[in-house]
C-alpha cells in the first residue's frame, strides 16, 4: 500500500472542525466531565459522543470514530481550572518613619555631607548624616 493511501493520512485529510452545535453539546457536558474521574469520564465521554455525533456534519462511522478523539481533547483542553490571574505588581513604596525623614529631609543630609551627589565619598558620609538628622527630628512632634 502506497504511503499516501494509508488510513491515517486518509484520516487526517478528512478531519471537519467542530461545528457550533457540537461545541453547545461539549459546553453543556464540560461540567459532567469536570465532576468525574477516571473510568467514569468514559460513560460521560460515550453520551456526549453519541448526543455530539448527531450534530456532527458528517455521518461517515471512520470520521464520527475519530472525532470521539476530538471530543475528548476537547474536553480536556476546556476542563482545566485557571487560577485567578496573579496579583499585579505592587509598585508603591512601603514607608518607614526613618524613610520618610530621609526623603523629606534630603537637602539638608546632602547640605550636611558637603560633597558633590553620587560622589564615593558623598555616599561614604551619606548613613552617618542620615542618621544625625533622623535623631536631630525623631524626637520631635511638630513635624
Known amino acids: 500500500m502506497a504511503r499516501s493511501q494509508s488510513p491515517i493520512v486518509v484520516l487526517q485529510q ?3 472542525p467542530l461545528d457550533k452545535a457540537e461545541v453547545t453539546v461539549l459546553r453543556a457536558h464540560l461540567e459532567d466531565w469536570k465532576s468525574v474521574k477516571g473510568k467514569e469520564r468514559v460513560r460521560v465521554l460515550i453520551a ?3 448526543e455530539a455525533s448527531l450534530q456532527a456534519p458528517t455521518k461517515d ?3 464520527l470514530k ?10 480536556q483542553n476546556h476542563s482545566h481550572w485557571k487560577p485567578s490571574s496573579k496579583p499585579l505588581i505592587k509598585y ?3 514607608w518607614t518613619a526613618q524613610k520618610v525623614l530621609v526623603h523629606t ?5 546632602q547640605e550636611e555631607t558637603g560633597e ?5 565619598e558623598m555616599i561614604s558620609k ?3 548624616a542620615a542618621k544625625t538628622v533622623i535623631n536631630h527630628y525623631a524626637g520631635r512632634s511638630d513635624l
Open 105 to 109: 529631609h534630603k537637602a539638608l543630609i
Open 116 to 120: 558633590m551627589a553620587g560622589s564615593g
Open 66 to 75: 475519530a472525532r470521539k478523539k476530538t471530543y475528548k481533547e476537547w474536553l
Open 92 to 94: 508603591g513604596r512601603t
Open 14 to 16: 478528512n478531519k471537519v
Open 126 to 128: 551619606w548613613p552617618k
Open 48 to 50: 456526549i459522543h453519541k
Open 61 to 63: 462511522k471512520a470520521i
